[in-house]
């Protein structure tokens, strides 16, 4: 497991390019994966990724849930990034799960809705985690985004013990659209967590234990 000073980690970081603080993750020599949601933006750090190691894994939780353009871009970054793609799912399909919850559970159902999230979310990614064993995950949140990321920085390690970088968590919603622009990169205009059910609330990945 890796052993960082956190604090000047992250003050040496600060300023860094995001092609800087990938380059120096997997600059460690640990092993290392990226994650995706391949919701609106997600190009931006399969784009960044890809360009520094394109042999990285890059995990992707399908919930079953999302919609066809989601799965249309996908597709698109897929290939025309050379992505070095893992995807994962639930072990359940969602029709049988809809037909057996009675649709997905609302944010006041906590208990379904947790069990829900588990399923769709949590199980495929444990299962991820179980195969790849990585002690780096690059992941694309961003400071703004929940009130839990708030309380992140660049580099922060998990209740799992992975060390967690975030190269654009300090980008505004503008440093994105002009990052998507500069390098045309395809956006998924039509997108749906299930687990979230409104934006600003966590998917579950990132506050589990």
């Not at 000047?8 to 380059?23: E, G, K, M, P, Y």
């Not at 703004?144 to 990321?149: A, L």
């Not at 580099?155 to 799992?160: A, L, N, Y």
Request: glycine share 6%; proline share 4%.
């Amino acid at each position: 497991m890796l052993d960082l000073d956190l604090d000047s980690v992250n003050a040496s970081l600060r300023d860094a390019s995001a092609q800087d603080i990938v380059r120096w993750a997997l600059g460690l020599g640990a092993p290392a994966i990226a994650t995706t949601s391949m919701g609106k933006n997600a190009a931006v750090m399969l784009h960044l990724v890809s360009e520094i190691d394109r042999e990285l894994p890059t995990i992707w939780v399908d919930t079953g849930y999302n919609l066809r353009d989601t799965y249309l871009v996908a597709e698109r970054l897929i290939r025309d990034l050379e992505l070095n793609i893992h995807v994962y799912s639930p072990l359940m399909t969602s029709e049988r799960r809809n037909a057996i919850m009675g649709g997905i559970p609302t944010v006041d159902e906590e208990e379904r809705h947790a069990q829900f999230t588990q399923e769709v979310k949590l199980e495929p990614f444990d299962r991820a985690l179980a195969e790849f064993q990585p002690e780096i995950w690059l992941t694309g949140i961003r400071r703004e985004e929940t009130e839990h990321r708030r309380n992140l920085d660049i580099v922060s390690v998990d209740g799992r013990g992975i060390v967690k970088v975030a190269p654009i968590f300090n980008w505004s919603d503008e440093d994105v659209e002009a990052y998507m622009a500069q390098h045309e990169l395809p956006t998924c205009r039509h997108y749906f967590d299930p687990t979230k059910v409104h934006d600003g609330r966590e998917c579950g990945l990132h506050t589990a234990a």
